[in-house]
């Protein structure tokens, strides 16, 4: 618990950061947590897309030519656990402490040393996670969704250290996230309405809640994986009268609101950068709000949808199935906001914006084929085929990831105080773009065609797109490291950017000068409200 | 709301040591116990995972003690602000909600054997031959003392019967809800000796109550062969009163501290975020014992 | 280049690029099937496509005129409108209608997909690390047709050394025979972890679950052998368990099992009857050898550290109950394997004698195939 605190003493508080390793250490300061925890997500996003590199590399040809099975179901794993908790969420709660105070006028994240807490467990957590590829009997190996009974009678004794790791992520997470809530309901500057703030303040305001609900849910399942392996008890055993299923409810209770938590702030991102370089207000605030809020609503009830195959009654099928096809609408009313925000506007194209309107683009085809999923006679085809792999990287790396390149182009400036190579960044796009469609649009077909996911070696008429996928994989990675050079460039020469950034940019962050003050609206009547939105 | 406030202005914090070391606190406690449990398992004998865990303990200990008193003395400096204790007290209802959905976990997955798996495992809605199913025998029941396999679930002698220590439990724990809500009386009338007295006797109240669970796990144990490796019946059973016995013993443990603070006289009727927010704590924990009064007591036995 | 060289190259050209080799059913798109189920959820497949694909085209088609006409640098000026109640309940009702359109095909095809009816063949399909066990259900114990259907591709196909054939990783040693215009109804469970049976022709995928079991069912209407593969994480070897079915006219299954149901009952007489030490013992030497003695070889010295010695240590002259659950059960992280799916009970029951009293071993103990086959079903 902290606070902030009055330095009585201090006239002048507008006092910079320490110097320093130990600066990152001890801060409080959220701009700083908040590059923490971007920095911390890339280095998380390189690690797990080098396993994907290895995944994709061994499924270049057919035959075992790199890595024996064992190890693959590991690297499958660990990259989806790496990407999912080590790369998108500390991105978007990084997003979350640079701009949410920024937006609502707030000095800094209601609960200063919690923050700084919140981010140091993560580097503990993940390097505990990571280093049981190196123990005994190998690393988590039973996929990102740690179905039981392969994860406890089956599993390596690692699987204990995978998780306390969990726990650790979910303690984080947790204090993060009522960080996130108490700060926008708490520390808004005076006048700021809740329907007034900017969406992606609103969109990160649901997903704390998300979290706050499901991340204990998290913890409870792994917690009863810990007592089945190590206290004897029946959880997930059918001699004891528990079941298998049990576990998949429980995780998917929790594993799909996790799924939106991933994507909601990606839709506040792409609210902002529209409207921008449309130079035109966006067409429903309220109804992105209630659209939001509702994908929120819906999210609990429809978790059944993985599980699909496994025997459920007819009628619970059937509710699951409706539950699911609902979020179409709510999804589709922000779909066609962004649209109607670009008609008639006056647009022009930086790199920011490209990855906006390719996310709106490529979200759409992962949400459609998502659809398509919910369909639960169809679904047994597609259950655990590559089809639902191309489904989720859809939604997942054109959606969240480019979502996050998205708001580091846009906000970069504000951040460092410099303009990010233009030229450099729209190559960087392109590369991305065509990268990833090249990587996870064949994965459809060999999908439909019958390829199951995780497995290191497969039938001889998959071989051709499989192949075209892993080119496009490594084309898409390699282009990451022109990424993180254009970010480096940035900081230490690019040209020196204005307050305002983007000729059509409204908000209360873009009234404070470029880079930000280390501190900023320490005072309610800094705030000019009339800035706040556009 | 953030509108209708007054606002002070606001000052930026300081930076801190003390979340590096909570950080590395907690990470030495689970990475030691990781350890302990998986040396327990493979029947290796070494100390090392519990002395980490014993440290990391440690460790983590002594920096939230040092933690706390900071916030106490920068509260007594008169620090804070009404919006900021308003911080604290949205941050310990979110806390709070949490921990509802933790609980939500395991009363879910309660519902669903109860209700599901075990009729399933009992041949309900099962159209094949008895004899191709995997538990020929076994009768769906709840509370279910016959396990499917007894070789490795032994199953229990005789389920928990509500009556006796359970309903001795509720008692004490109802009573301990109004004499935590007539301390919070005596703090709001200043009236220190009535808050402390009865803030004393909740205390009291909690560790009967934890008496009383360690005589009834004894009874389980002992008589009435219901273990945690007895099978869905005991696991539920263990794993949903153990968390709660849990959390009183944190509830506690929260209140002793407000009773020590408060025969320090930290609290005034305006200033007493400490002590609401571990009333709310027991209040919270009072509410989740009802449940499993109801459901693992009553309609469990 | 000479004509040795060249073919060199290609042979070398031709390792590498196993793909160019044989394209069996290439495709990339879902199969319609062979069963009037399959075909439903091919068209309810079909018409959810096309249905996403003119959706896509439309969102797609505004977005890029609107980004080629609106553009800044074409002189645009940005509009100001915003918040038109009309339109947003049109595209909030519009869509709710395109879903129930959706939705009642697809609750048609759900329901005849669980109306597992009355079949007139039960079989019971068991997963098992990494293997299926197929059992005839039948109320006659002695014609009770079981068999183990395991990956036929060898290794070294695996590992590049060879060129791959048609089929690879999709062909078993024993597949699953069913007739054709016949209600089969599959009783779906595992032994061990889960996994899911999966045969894309029939639009059949259901998870096998330990301790539980769940129906599925199927009409096939053509003869042919079909393919597909396990399709739920069930631990190392996940990739290489497919499920072969072959659907045979009704007469040449008729015949097919009831030579099955005499090897059966053949099997049943053996594992039901008192066998003598004698026997057990031959019986027990060919087992061995043609089985075990690849690692534990002839002289059962095997081939340490490896490989341990039964000889005179260990398990082998130990008690009784171990040494029979190393056999059936194997060892987990190490090369020993659990041989209770591939080996009958007889066949268990006469190694375990072979090794405990061969090669000086002298324990002087059996065990019958009685006995073991009650461990074996009883699932120990
Ligand atoms: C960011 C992450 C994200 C998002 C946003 C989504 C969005 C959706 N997902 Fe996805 N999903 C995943 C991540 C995500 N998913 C992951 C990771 C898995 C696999 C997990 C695992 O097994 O490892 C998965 C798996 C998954 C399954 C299980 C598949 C299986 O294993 O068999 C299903 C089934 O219903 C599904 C459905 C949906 C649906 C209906 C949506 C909807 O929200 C999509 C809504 C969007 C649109 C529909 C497009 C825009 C709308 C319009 C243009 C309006 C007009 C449209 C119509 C009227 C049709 N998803
Ligand atoms: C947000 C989440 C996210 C992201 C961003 C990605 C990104 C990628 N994923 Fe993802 N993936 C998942 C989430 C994600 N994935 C999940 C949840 C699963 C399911 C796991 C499971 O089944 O349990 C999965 C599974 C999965 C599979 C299926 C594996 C299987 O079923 O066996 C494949 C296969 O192609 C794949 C490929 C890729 C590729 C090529 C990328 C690319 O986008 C990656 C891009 C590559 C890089 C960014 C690497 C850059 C690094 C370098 C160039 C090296 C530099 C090195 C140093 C500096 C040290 N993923
Ligand atoms: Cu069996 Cu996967
Ligand atoms: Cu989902």
């Known amino acids: 618990m902290s606070a902030i605190i009055e330095e009585h003493h201090h006239d002048d508080h507008h006092h910079g950061p320490a110097k320093g390793l130990m600066r990152w250490v001890f801060t409080t300061n959220h701009k700083d947590i908040g590059t923490l925890y971007l920095w911390f997500s890339f280095a998380m996003f390189l690690l797990g897309g080098t396993f994907a590199l290895v995944i994709r590399a061994e499924l270049f040809q057919p035959g075992l030519q790199l890595v024996e099975p064992a190890f693959f179901n590991q690297m499958t794993t660990m990259h989806g656990l790496i990407m999912v908790f080590g790369a998108v969420m500390p991105a978007f709660v990084g997003l979350a402490n640079w701009l949410v105070p920024m937006m609502i006028g707030a000095p800094d994240m209601a609960l200063p040393r919690m923050n700084n807490y919140s981010f140091w467990i993560l580097p503990f957590a993940f390097t505990m996670l990571a280093s049981t590829l190196f123990m005994e009997g190998g690393g988590p190996n039973f996929g990102w969704t740690f179905y039981a009974p392969l994860s406890t009678d089956f599993a390596p004794p690692s699987v204990t250290y995978f998780i306390f790791a969990v726990h650790l992520m979910g303690i984080s997470s947790i204090m993060g996230s009522i960080n996130v809530v108490v700060t926008i309901l708490n520390l808004r500057a005076p006048g700021m309405t809740l329907m007034q703030m900017p969406l992606f303040v609103w969109t990160w305001l649901i997903t704390a809640y998300l979290l706050i609900a499901v991340m204990p849910v998290l913890a409870g399942v792994v917690t009863m994986m810990l007592m089945d392996i190590h206290f004897g008890t029946a959880f997930f055993n059918a001699g004891g009268g528990g079941d298998p299923v049990l576990f998949q409810h429980v995780f998917w209770f929790f594993g799909h609101p996790e799924v939106y938590i991933m994507i909601l702030p990606a839709f506040g991102v792409v609210s902002a950068i529209i409207p921008t370089f449309a130079r035109k207000r966006l067409f429903g605030y309220a109804s992105m709000v209630y659209a939001t809020s509702s994908i929120a609503f819906l999210s609990f009830i429809v978790w059944a949808h993985h599980m699909f195959t496994v025997g459920m009654p007819l009628a619970g099928e059937l509710y699951f199935m409706y539950a699911t096809m609902l979020i179409a609408v709510p999804t589709g009313v922000k779909v066609f906001n962004w649209v109607a925000t670009m008609w008639q506007g006056s647009m022009t194209f930086e790199t920011p914006m490209l990855f906006a309107i390719a996310f709106v683009i490529l979200f759409t085809i992962g949400g459609l084929s998502g659809l398509m999923l919910s369909i639960a006679p169809a679904d047994f085809q597609y259950q655990d085929t590559y089809f639902v792999v191309a489904h989720f990287h859809y939604v997942l790396v054109p959606g969240s990831i480019f979502s996050i390149m998205a708001a580091v182009y846009y906000w970069l400036p504000k951040w460092t105080g410099n303009m990010y190579d233009e030229t450099l960044g729209k190559t960087h796009f392109w590369l991305s773009f065509v990268g990833v469609n090249v990587t996870f649009f064949p994965q459809h077909f060999i999908g439909l065609a019958g390829m199951p996911r995780r497995i290191p070696d497969y039938a001889l008429q998959f071989a051709d797109y499989n192949m075209v996928s892993s080119v496009g994989a490594f084309l898409f990675g390699f282009s990451q490291l022109l990424f993180l050079f254009i970010v480096i460039k940035c900081i230490k020469t690019g040209k020196k950017a204005t307050a305002q950034v983007w000729e059509g940019a409204h908000g209360l962050e873009w009234t404070i000068p470029s880079p930000a003050p280390y501190h900023t609206f320490s005072h309610p009547d800094e705030v000019d409200l009339k800035e706040a939105h556009g | ?301 | 280049m000479d004509k040795a060289k060249q073919s060199k190259v290609l042979v070398a050209l031709s390792l590498l690029l196993p793909s160019s080799v044989v394209h069996a059913d290439w495709s990339v798109n879902m199969r319609q099937g062979v069963t009037d189920i399959s075909r439903q959820v091919y068209d309810l497949h079909m018409l959810i496509f096309w249905v996403c694909v003119v959706i896509g085209v439309l969102v797609f088609s505004v977005m890029i005129y609107s980004m080629l006409v609106h553009r800044k640098s074409l002189g645009a000026v940005p509009a100001d409108f915003h918040d038109n109640t009309k339109i947003e309940i049109l595209w909030t009702i519009v869509p709710v209608i395109i879903l129930v359109a959706m939705a009642i095909p697809a609750t048609t095809t759900l329901t005849a997909m669980y109306d597992a009816g009355n079949s007139e063949i039960d079989i019971e399909v068991r997963g098992l690390q990494w293997k299926w066990q197929y059992t005839y259900l039948n109320d006659d114990p002695t014609k009770e047709v079981k068999f183990i259907s395991s990956l036929l591709t060898p290794q070294d196909e695996i590992k590049n050394e060879v060129l791959k054939r048609e089929h690879y990783l999709l062909d078993v040693d024993n597949e699953l025979v069913i007739p054709i215009n016949t209600r089969v109804r599959f009783l779906v469970t595992s032994g061990d972890t889960l996994h899911a049976w999966w045969v894309p022709d029939f639009a059949i995928k259901r998870d096998a679950i330990p301790g539980f079991v769940h129906e599925a069912w199927t009409v096939v209407d053509t003869p042919g052998t079909y393919r597909g593969q396990c399709a739920e994480l069930c631990g190392k070897e996940h990739g290489f368990m497919p499920v072969v079915v072959r659907a045979v006219e009704r007469a040449e299954y008729d015949t097919w099992l009831a030579s099955k149901q005499e090897e059966a009952r053949l099997v049943y007489e053996t594992v039901g009857k008192e066998w003598t030490q004698d026997e057990l013992m031959v019986k027990g030497e060919e087992v061995y050898g043609r089985v075990c003695s690849a690692c534990h070889q002839k002289n059962g010295q095997g081939l340490p550290p490896a490989f341990p010695s039964l000889v005179g240590q260990g398990l082998a002259v130990g008690p009784m109950a171990d040494h029979l659950d190393i056999v059936l059960n194997g060892k987990a992280g190490t090369a020993m394997q659990s041989f209770k799916g591939q080996l009958n009970a007889a066949e268990i029951a006469a190694v375990v004698t072979y090794e405990r009293n061969a090669w000086g071993n002298n324990m002087d103990d059996s065990i019958q195939p009685r006995e073991v086959n009650n461990m074996m079903s009883t699932g120990q």
């Not at chain 2, 920096?63 to 308003?86: C, G, P």
């Not at chain 2, 949205?90 to 309660?110: H, R, T």
Request: charged share 10%; aromatic share 18%; net charge negative.
């Open chain 2, 1 to 301: 709301m953030a509108n209708d406030a007054t606002y002070e202005s606001y000052y930026v914090p300081t930076d801190s040591k003390l979340p590096i070391f909570a950080s590395l606190g907690i990470f030495l406690t689970v990475f030691g116990m990781g350890n302990m449990l998986n040396e327990m398992k493979a029947g290796v004998d070494s100390s090392f995972g519990s002395w980490v865990l014993l440290i990391g303990g440690l460790v983590l200990a002594a920096t939230l003690f040092v933690w706390f008193s900071k916030v106490i003395e920068e509260n007594h400096a008169k620090l804070y602000s009404d919006q900021m204790n308003r911080s604290y007290v949205w941050g310990m209802s979110w806390f709070i909600f949490s921990e509802v959905m933790f609980f939500g976990a395991f009363f879910g997955a309660l519902f669903y054997v109860r209700f599901f798996v075990v009729p399933w495992l009992g041949g309900e809605g099962n159209r094949v031959p008895s004899d191709y199913l995997f538990y020929p025998d076994f009768v769906g029941a709840w509370p279910m003392v016959d396990t499917p396999d007894p070789t490795r679930f032994p199953g229990a002698i005789e389920p928990m019967g509500w009556y006796g220590l359970p309903l001795v439990n509720t008692l004490l724990l109802v009573t301990s809800s109004f004499t935590v809500t007539l301390a919070h009386h005596g703090l709001n009338e200043g009236n220190r000796r009535k808050l402390v007295g009865w803030l004393a006797l909740t205390v009291g109240l909690g560790i009967a109550f934890l008496i009383c669970q360690v005589l009834e796990y004894q009874h389980a144990y002992a008589e009435l062969g219901l273990t945690l490796t007895a099978g869905i019946y005991g696991t539920t059973f263990f794993m949903l009163t153990g968390f709660h016995g849990a959390h009183v013993t944190l509830g506690t443990f929260m209140l002793l501290v407000m009773l020590f603070r408060a025969m320090k006289g930290h609290f005034k009727p305006d200033d007493c975020f400490g002590f609401e927010a571990a009333a709310w704590y027991w209040h919270f924990v009072d509410v989740v014992w009802l449940g499993l009064f109801l459901f693992i007591y009553i309609l469990g036995s």
